[in-house]
């Protein structure tokens, strides 16, 4: 791609799964979906044609016709500058719902570590359970920033909100330890630290 004072280079997608086995077509939205991109009409879609995305793209195209399929891909760019950044900004609104899908999820996993807490069950048990959680939306942040392709603006409140619900896992950690007669994680950290130091 460009610099931003500078057009995008676009990638326009077109797919046709018709006579190729009915999983192909499944297989092919969950890719393009995947990558996140914009639906101009049915079958027709647009990405950035950033290089891992083009070898993506290029690679789904191949597969489908080796299954029967067609496929075409096709790099453009924008002849009027309004027109692209309305495309960005549908991309950034539909990264932006994802972003607000993990905060709305969010507090469930903090939530139940305040209850938990409050109810006194600071156990091993929990804390692996609620690190299961957390590596789940770690992940889920993950695959939506890897389809973030303009930096939307939810991306750092979600980020900063996975980042508190980890230090929440840590102090609730800390306090189960404690419970069990173990010593603290950020003590251990500590004492690691000063060994080194040493």
């Known amino acids: 791609m460009t610099s931003d004072a500078e057009q995008w280079d676009w990638l326009v997608v077109s797919v046709s799964t018709a006579g190729a086995a009915g999983t192909l077509r499944v297989q092919v939205w969950r890719k393009l979906r995947s990558l996140g991109a914009l639906y101009l009409q049915q079958s027709v879609c647009l990405l950035p044609a950033e290089p891992e995305v083009t070898r993506q793209v290029r690679r789904l195209a191949d597969k489908v016709r080796h299954q029967g399929g067609q496929a075409r891909v096709l790099t453009m760019t924008f002849t009027d500058p309004d027109e692209e950044r309305s495309v960005i900004a549908e991309l950034n609104a539909a990264r932006d719902a994802e972003y607000a ?9 903090r939530e139940e570590l305040a209850a938990e807490r409050e109810q006194g069950r600071l156990t091993y048990a929990e804390v692996e359970e609620s ?4 590596e789940r939306f ?9 389809r973030d392709y ?19 896992l840590a102090a609730f950690e800390d306090a189960a330890m404690r419970a069990e007669g173990a010593e603290p994680a950020a003590t251990k950290a500590v004492g690691r630290l000063r060994a080194v130091e040493s």
Do not use: T
């Open 101 to 109: 899908e993990v905060l709305e999820r969010l507090p469930e996993l």
């Open 131 to 134: 690190e299961a959680d957390l």
């Open 138 to 146: 770690r992940s889920w942040l993950g695959k939506i920033a890897g």
């Open 150 to 168: 303009f930096a939307a603006p939810g991306g750092s409140e979600a980020r900063a909100a996975v980042e508190q619900a980890a230090a929440e």
